[in-house]
């Protein structure tokens, strides 16, 4: 058996964690529940931001950017 360290017994789950759970809970048992909780979209990702991902990780760009941005978005916002 894994012995755990006791100051794990002080980590808890965030209140909005437990909130989100509840709603999904609601909605499961049929209740008509909005959510506010932790943002989650009410639809699947769209195709071609997958295939963005995908091609964006097969470039290795899994790092954090830039504090101001990455440039080319920055430029496509503006």
């Not at 769209?46 to 899994?62: I, S």
Request: net charge positive.
């Amino acid at each position: 058996m894994i012995k755990l360290s006791p100051r794990l017994s002080r980590i808890k789950l965030s209140p909005s964690t437990l909130a989100a759970q509840k709603v999904r809970d609601l909605r499961a048992a049929g209740r008509d529940i909005v959510g506010l909780t932790i943002g989650e979209p009410d639809f699947n990702t769209p195709e071609h931001v997958k295939r963005a991902v995908v091609a964006a990780m097969n470039r290795n760009e899994t790092k954090y950017p830039p504090i101001f941005g990455i440039p080319q978005l920055r430029e496509a916002v503006r």
